[in-house]
T-cell receptor, first 110, second 115 residues
Framework: RKEVEQDPGPFNVPEGATVAFNCTYS??????FFWYRQDCRKEPKLLMS???SGNEDGRFTAQLNRASQYISLLIRDSKLSDSATYLC???????????FGQGTTLQVKP | EAGVAQSPRYKIIEKRQSVAFWCNPI?????LYWYQQILGQGPKLLIQ????????DSQLPKDRFSAERLKGVDSTLKIQPAKLEDSAVYLC?????????????FGQGTRLTVV
C-alpha cells in the first residue's frame, strides 16, 4: 500500500462545476499536509497548505481529518485554467521528508 | 529571488552509459531533495539532504545512483550505469526550514531518456 493515496482520475468537469479530490495517508506520524499543483511538463508548485481547522483560499478549500487520515481539496466554480494535476503531499514526522501522492488529473471543459 | 536551478534540461543517453544532473537550490535553503517522476506518477523521493548531510536515502538505488551535496549548497545526482527504466524527470527541490508548514520550491527538472 502506498503511503499517500489519491484517485488518479481523470476528473472531467464543465466550467463552473464544483469538484472535490480526496487523499488518504497511512503514516500517523505525518505532521503537515499540502496540495501542490502540477501543469503538464512543468514542476510542482504549492497550491495551499492544509490545516487541522480547514482553510480556504478563494475558490479552493482544503480540509484535514487526522482521525481518519484523510485530506480533501474542494474547487468551486471551476475555470479552464484549473486544468492540471493536483498532488497531495504529506510531511512525515519532523525530518522534513515530503511524500507525494500519485496525483489527480483535472480537466475543465468549456 | 532566484529559484532552484537545474541542468541540463534534457538528456538522452544509451543504456549502460553514465549521466549526472546538477542542482543549485535557493540561497540559504538548508534542505535539498531529489525526486524521480515517471510519466503518470507522482514524484518519488530519492534522497534528502540537510546542509551537506543525508537525512533520507532509503529509496535511492545505491547500486547505480549516487548523490552528493558538497559544502551544503549545490548538489549532483549521478546514474551509472543507466537502465531503460531510469527514463523520467529528475526534480530538485529546496526548502528553507525543516518540517512543518514551509513550502518546497522545485526546479524545472531534467528530463532523462534512456534508449
Amino acid at each position: 500500500r502506498k503511503e499517500v493515496e489519491q484517485d488518479p482520475g481523470p476528473f472531467n468537469v464543465p466550467e463552473g462545476a464544483t469538484v472535490a479530490f480526496n487523499c488518504t495517508y497511512s503514516n500517523s506520524a505525518s505532521q503537515s499536509f499540502f496540495w501542490y499543483r502540477q501543469d503538464c511538463r512543468k514542476e510542482p508548485k504549492l497550491l495551499m497548505s492544509v490545516y487541522s481547522s480547514g482553510n480556504e483560499d478563494g475558490r479552493f478549500t482544503a480540509q484535514l481529518n487526522r482521525a481518519s487520515q484523510y485530506i480533501s481539496l474542494l474547487i468551486r466554480d471551476s475555470k479552464l485554467s484549473d486544468s492540471a494535476t493536483y498532488l497531495c503531499v504529506v510531511n512525515r514526522g519532523n525530518t522534513g521528508k515530503l511524500i507525494f501522492g500519485q496525483g489527480t488529473t483535472l480537466q475543465v471543459k468549456p | 529571488e532566484a529559484g532552484v536551478a537545474q541542468s541540463p534540461r534534457y538528456k538522452i543517453i544509451e543504456k549502460r552509459q553514465s549521466v549526472a544532473f546538477w542542482c543549485n537550490p535557493i540561497s540559504g535553503h538548508a534542505t535539498l531533495y531529489w525526486y524521480q517522476q515517471i510519466l503518470g506518477q507522482g514524484p518519488k523521493l530519492l534522497i534528502q539532504f540537510q546542509n551537506n548531510g543525508v537525512v533520507d536515502d532509503s529509496q535511492l538505488p545505491k547500486d547505480r545512483f549516487s548523490a552528493e551535496r558538497l559544502k551544503g549548497v549545490d548538489s549532483t545526482l549521478k546514474i551509472q550505469p543507466a537502465k531503460l527504466e531510469d527514463s523520467a524527470v529528475y526534480l530538485c527541490a529546496s526548502r528553507g526550514v525543516r518540517g512543518l508548514n514551509t513550502e518546497a520550491f522545485f526546479g524545472q527538472g531534467t528530463r532523462l531518456t534512456v534508449v
